[in-house]
């Protein structure tokens, strides 16, 4: 049972409501938004992170994937593995940025972001020899565009788990990783 309930809609402030359009009907945007203020922000990086990021879509989803896995943030992991198949990501390339097969269906860049992306949550800074290959790959725009996704993930993920945000027709304790 989540700790906190889902705010509805039709109960947001006009300027929540505006803010939220574009976004999912969402047990997560429900739920941040008892903090009118940082809802505002996040809903906010949600649109830029999803909508405006010149990241490739599927190679921003591995790293949402990634980050939900390392996080146990089954919420995350659910929603994004949805968008990761609506954008063409097989099966086997989901496995892999969630840990649960090699990475050897992964292209090298995609694998050498998956552990960039190990390093970012893990160690807070990636070594140069992960760092430079990325971000003279991805360029300064790309570069910060990833690591302002994978913290805004990192954030999202204890967000969900510290609420313990059910997912939507789903009770908590139906949900892996949940008692």
């Not at 694998?111 to 990636?126: E, G, I, P, R, Y």
């Amino acid at each position: 049972m989540a700790r906190l309930p889902v705010i509805p809609r039709t109960a947001f402030s006009a300027e929540l409501s505006a803010r939220a359009k574009g976004l999912a009907v969402a047990n997560v945007f429900g739920t941040v938004a008892h903090s009118e203020p940082t809802a505002r922000a996040f809903y906010a990086m949600t649109k830029a992170i999803l909508f405006e990021s010149s990241l490739n879509g599927q190679l921003r989803e591995l790293v949402i994937l990634r980050v939900g896995a390392l996080s146990r943030a089954p919420y995350e992991i659910h929603h994004h593995r949805r968008l990761a198949q609506q954008l063409g990501l097989s099966d086997e390339k989901i496995a892999a940025a969630l840990q649960q097969r090699d990475d050897t269906c992964l292209t090298s860049f995609e694998q050498l972001v998956m552990h960039f992306t190990d390093a970012v949550v893990w160690q807070v800074k990636a070594p140069e020899f992960l760092y430079r290959p990325v971000a003279d790959q991805l360029g300064p725009a790309g570069i910060c565009e990833l690591l302002q996704t994978i913290g805004f993930y990192m954030a999202v993920s204890r967000v969900l788990e510290n609420l313990e945000v059910d997912i939507e027709d789903e009770p908590a304790s139906a949900q892996p990783g949940r008692a």
